[in-house]
């Protein structure tokens, strides 16, 4: 058992005797139940979730654990006097928040209170005693024992105060005032929405890491910068404290090293073991502030690793290079929701466990979308080897996420804040290769001045100026967002000169959709990008689109991907895994994907389309009206014409779809085209395997929905560039008729630009 596996269970015996002593408040407590919760739900301590220590980079032997139920109470008015001395009237489980099924109240909330009680430790007399919040979304005022200590601003980062005159002997009494307006309020908010829809999700309010407290020495240490480079063959380590020159000493098993607080101290790193994905190798350092006896006044242990992420050439084209070798990216897009707990995981296992996942399915980074995650998740990405590309949260100053609006000056205030404490706070994690600035233009706003700011703040690191947003070309990426099927940058013209020495790079593409009965928030209601109804067909989905990428990063210069995305979440349903973290794929499979081991099937060709020769469709333009897409429907006079349709992406049909036939308007005015075709086809004899491998083959520009026999066999948005292989709806393979006569029965749509469409039927070999 490690020695950190070791405190937390003395941790949890301690707390169990705390709660035989005191069982009223946990007796009459409970969680609730949301639509879906994960396993590890179940192992939520309520005496003490979350045991372990909660700042893996800087670690003290002494400290105590505040999480677990604490009072609770609502408030109507910000300017409502503290409950000095009063019992709340609910409970809470700190530290999950307000809306999560953990938390035991799971409402949406903008105003409350927290209350609870604790004592200081007798050992701990002489020392100072700091009270540490992990974080609290949005604003956070506390008291201690009727005097305020601090307000806090800021919903993602860890923040700190100095109790020591508050406190007493005995009981004390701890406040927290808390205010989140949500997308009421212009803050930092990510992905957190007060209406639940799309690409928008659950609030997290409130507290939502751990509360702790920590005795430390009047001089004592405040802070360690750890600066590798692994060219010099040296890591710079600087301690920070409240007490400027005091003396230090550095600590690794190479050797003791003496130096000054707030001066960096070099030290030499002969024949250094780099870190890596495939080597997360980390030197253990303990770094001590000495007195004037030369004993320890301050003791932290912390570790490092050396390694390095530059941009450098290959043949002329710009890639990403990790301890300078070259390195292509893959990962998913990490968005950090849970249904049981929303920001926050149930349990740390829960959290590791999503890690060692993303790096089973051969994975060896991942984006962390536009939200902050508490220190532990870096500790296991530390330690297990997986890269991060840090998104900052979003600033989205109004409803919903792609409105363009101008951002007000207090929350781009708001925003700046947040971004530069989140590189401060993540500036050890070796994992951590990339900062994220912006995100599809939400809140964007002086893009370039940004970018120099993190340069000067961090310059070991790259930064991703506006992923699949308004590039400004002042970082190190250009990256193009792209559904589903992905795609590279593509600047324009007159951008050319300033896009050269740009990585390029595709940070969201994908999106494939699959139901997983009994495992949706919302049950038999939502979709991806594009949408498959087996494991079997999200696989060929997934290889077929990762076969693309192959081409485009010999090609095109392509550096990295993001595959959207790790999980589902609530409406989304194109995760790998489900919100509760059941897989919908073997991840030994999609790991031979994602390391290009894997060979696209053959395919054999059952109803062609008319790529080699033209097929003879009946067709009519304009919406599709009565029971076109039955077998039954009198179609004597829609006429009769060789496939393909229209012309669009480099394809040329056979047959025009104009622009002035069957015009219509959206809900928004703008014109639609739209083309319904109908085919008779016989199906040859095959078994019910062969049946179950049938596919269509699609060139479309854009929307589309193919019928046979009247069924739904498959439909998707969008638009693709090329012939492309989609799965048939389990329903619609049972509405074939072996060696009879069938009907293919397709309307396509087109919201503007070229308009194409063609589909036959494919035979598709066993996936390898």
Not at 152 to 172: E, M, Q, R, W
Not at 599 to 627: D, H, L
Request: charged share 30%.
């Amino acid at each position: 058992m490690t020695k950190e596996k070791i405190k937390a269970v003395r941790m949890l015996a301690i707390c169990c005797v705390l709660t035989f002593l005191c069982p009223e408040l946990h007796a009459q407590f409970k969680t609730k139940e949301a639509p879906i919760m994960t396993k590890w739900a179940k192992d939520v301590h309520i005496e003490k979730p979350h045991p372990e220590y909660p700042r893996p980079q800087m670690t003290r032997n002494e400290w105590m654990n505040l999480n677990g139920v604490w009072e609770f109470q609502r408030s109507a008015d910000l300017n409502e006097k503290p409950p000095f001395g009063k019992k709340l009237t609910e409970n809470i489980l700190v530290p999950f928040p307000v809306e999560s099924a953990l938390s035991g109240i799971m409402e949406q909330l903008d105003k409350f209170w927290y209350r609870r009680t604790f004592e200081i430790p007798s050992k701990w007399k002489g020392k100072k005693i700091l009270i540490h919040f992990g974080a609290v979304d949005y604003e956070a005022e506390v008291f201690i024992n009727r005097k305020k200590i601090g307000l806090h601003k800021g919903g993602y980062l860890p923040f700190s105060f100095d109790i020591t005159d508050a406190v007493t002997n005995g009981k004390n009494e701890l406040i927290v005032r808390v205010y989140d307006p949500t997308d009421k309020g212009g803050q930092p908010r990510g992905k957190q929405d007060s209406i639940q829809k799309g690409i928008m999700y659950t609030p997290t309010s409130g507290i939502w890491q751990t509360v702790w407290l920590e005795p430390v020495s009047e001089t004592h240490i405040e802070d360690i910068k750890i600066v590798p480079d692994i060219d010099k063959k040296e890591v710079e380590v600087t301690v920070l404290s409240n007490t400027k020159n005091a003396k230090v000493l550095v600590e690794l098993k190479s050797g003791k090293f003496q130096g000054k607080t707030n001066s960096p101290i070099k030290i030499k790193i002969p024949n250094p073991k780099l870190w890596s994905p495939q080597n997360p190798y980390l030197y253990d350092i303990n770094v001590s502030i000495l007195g004037n006896d030369g004993k320890p006044t301050d003791k932290v242990n912390s570790y490092f690793g050396m390694r390095k992420i530059s941009v450098g050439e290959i043949n002329g084209v710009k890639r990403l290079f990790v301890n300078n070798e070259p390195v292509f990216m893959n990962g998913p897009l990490d968005q950090g929701f849970w249904p049981d707990g929303i920001y926050t995981a149930p349990t740390d296992e829960a959290l590791r466990f999503d890690i060692e996942e993303t790096i089973k399915m051969g994975f060896n980074f991942t984006r962390k979308h536009i939200k902050v995650e508490p220190a532990r998740w870096y500790y296991w990405c530390d330690k297990l080897g997986l890269m991060v590309w840090q998104d900052a949260p979003s600033c989205n100053s109004y409803r919903g996420s792609h409105k363009d609006e101008p951002t007000p000056e207090i929350d781009k205030k708001a925003f700046e804040t947040e971004l530069t404490g989140m590189i401060d706070f993540l500036k050890n994690s070796p994992s951590v290769i990339m900062w994220v600035i912006f995100n599809e233009g939400q809140g964007q706003f002086d893009t370039e001045r940004l970018v120099q700011v993190v340069k000067k703040q961090d310059p070991t690191r790259l930064v991703n100026d506006a992923s699949g947003g308004k590039w400004s070309f002042s970082g190190d990426i250009l990256d193009t967002h792209s559904y589903p099927a992905p795609s590279y940058p593509k600047p324009k013209v007159e951008d050319q000169e300033k896009a050269k020495g740009k990585v390029l790079v595709c940070g969201e593409f994908g999106g494939i959709g699959m139901k997983v009965p009994e495992h949706m928030w919302f049950e038999g209601k939502g979709s991806g990008y594009a949408n498959v109804d087996t494991s079997e067909d999200l696989l060929f989905k997934y290889a077929e689109l990762y076969n693309m990428i192959v081409k485009m990063r010999e090609k095109n210069g392509l550096a990295a991907v993001v595959y959207t995305e790790l999980t589902d979440i609530m409406t989304e349903i194109n995760g790998l895994f489900t919100y509760d973290r059941i897989a919908k794929v073997d991840a030994s499979k999609i790991a031979k994907i994602n390391t290009f081991r894997f060979k696209m099937p053959n395919f054999k060709e059952i109803v062609p389309t008319s790529e080699k020769e033209a097929q003879i469709w009946k067709y009519k333009y304009g919406p599709r009206k009565g029971a076109w897409n039955k077998e039954n429907f009198d179609d004597s006079d829609w006429k009769e014409g060789p496939g393909a349709f229209g012309n669009a992406a480099g394809k040329k049909g056979n047959t025009p779809w104009p622009v002035a036939d069957g015009k219509i308007k959206d809900n928004k005015g703008r014109t639609i085209t739209g083309i319904c075709i109908r085919r008779k086809f016989i199906m040859p004899k095959l078994s019910q395997d062969e049946i179950s491998r049938l596919m269509l083959r699609v060139m479309h520009d854009e929307n589309f929905d193919v019928f046979i026999n009247g069924i739904l066999a498959c439909n998707a948005g969008r638009a693709n560039s090329d012939y492309e292989y989609f799965p048939i709806k389990p329903e619609a393979l049972k509405a074939l008729r072996i060696g009879k006569e069938n009907l293919i029965t397709v309307y396509c749509k087109d919201t503007g630009g070229g308009r194409f469409i063609d589909v036959g039927i494919s035979l598709r070999d066993k996936m390898e």
